[in-house]
C-alpha cells in the first residue's frame, strides 16, 4: 500500500506543478548555475513554545517545488543555503535567497514520499 502512496504523492507533486506553478530563475550560489523550474509559492514556519517543543506555524514566504526539477549538469543537487529565486510578482522583480528559518533548516522535505523540497526564502531585493 505504501507503493500506491508514494506514486499518488509523485502524481500530485506533478499536477500541482502545472496548476499552481510559477516560472522562476533558480540561481546557485555555489557555482551560479541557473534553471527556470516551475515551482509553487508556499507558507510556512517552524516555531518552539516555551518548552522547546517545535511546531509548524503559517508565516513566512517559502517555495515548494519537486527534487527532480533541481537538476544542475545532469544531477539533481540538494537547495543551498545562498541559492536565490528570480520572481515577477503584479509586475515587480523581486529577489528571494534560500536561509535557515527559526529551527536552523534552510529546506525539508514537503511529502513523505521525499519527493518535493520546501525551500525557506528570505526577501533580498
Do not use: C
Not at 21 to 27: A, I, L
Amino acid at each position: 500500500k505504501m507503493g500506491l502512496l508514494n506514486d499518488a504523492g509523485v502524481w500530485l507533486a506533478g499536477k500541482l506543478e502545472a496548476v499552481a506553478g510559477v516560472t522562476v530563475t533558480y540561481t546557485r550560489f555555489a557555482d551560479g548555475a541557473t534553471i527556470a523550474p516551475d515551482i509553487w509559492v508556499g507558507r510556512s514556519g517552524v516555531g518552539a513554545d516555551p518548552g522547546q517543543l517545535r511546531y509548524h506555524q503559517w508565516g513566512h514566504r517559502d517555495y515548494v517545488l519537486t527534487a527532480s526539477t533541481l537538476t544542475v549538469s545532469g544531477s539533481v543537487v540538494e537547495p543551498g543555503i545562498g541559492d536565490r529565486i528570480a520572481e515577477t510578482i503584479n509586475g515587480v522583480a523581486h529577489i528571494f535567497e534560500v536561509q535557515s528559518d527559526e529551527a536552523g533548516d534552510h529546506w525539508r522535505w514537503s511529502d513523505p514520499a521525499r519527493t518535493m523540497y520546501r525551500l525557506h526564502v528570505k526577501r533580498v531585493s
